[in-house]
């Protein structure tokens, strides 16, 4: 919940402050793009283990290929957004966190599911998932209105 109701009186919360937004969509975009050089460069020492296993296996364990990216990326996402900073490597670097509307700690799994909705959506529907955050409150994107989430600026 953003707001706190006590004798009638909404009371507004740390989330209401328009300051914690300032610059988030920028922020996130180059969050984004720092968080996908480190998990490719993480990929690649599993790559090469991969590749000598495809050798003693004649070639069945080059079938793990495929899907050692993605498996890597989310251990990471799951370590780092799941973790007690609530952010990324590039969320860090950029000063922003992931934070839940209803003030619980961001765990594992809901990083997981944040970051596998924001790839789902991208394969489908890429402008439409930054358009929605130049009409939705607080800058959040549609995977954040669909988790109850928002990214707000740590500094502020």
């Not at 990929?43 to 090469?48: A, D, E, F, Q, S």
């Not at 993605?70 to 950029?94: H, S």
Request: hydrophobic letters at 55%; aromatic letters at 10%; glycine letters at 8%.
């Amino acid at each position: 919940m953003t707001t706190s109701l006590i004798d009638g009186q909404v009371l507004p919360t740390r989330l209401d402050d328009i300051r914690l937004y300032d610059g988030v969509r920028t922020r996130r975009i180059m969050a984004f793009l720092i968080d996908f050089a480190v998990v490719t460069l993480l990929t690649l020492p599993v790559y090469v283990l991969i590749l000598f296993l495809g050798v003693i296996t004649f070639g069945l364990g080059w079938m793990l290929f495929g899907v050692t990216w993605p498996l890597v990326a989310i251990v990471y996402i799951w370590n780092t957004l799941g973790g007690r900073r609530q952010a990324t490597v590039g969320m860090n670097a950029m000063g922003i966190r992931l934070e839940r509307l209803d003030g619980r700690p961001v765990d594992g799994l809901l990083a997981v599911v944040h970051s596998v909705l924001f790839w789902s959506f991208n394969a489908v529907l890429t402008p439409f998932i930054l358009l929605v955050s130049l009409f939705a409150d607080r800058k959040r994107t549609l995977h954040d209105l669909l988790l109850g989430t928002v990214v707000v600026r740590t500094e502020r």
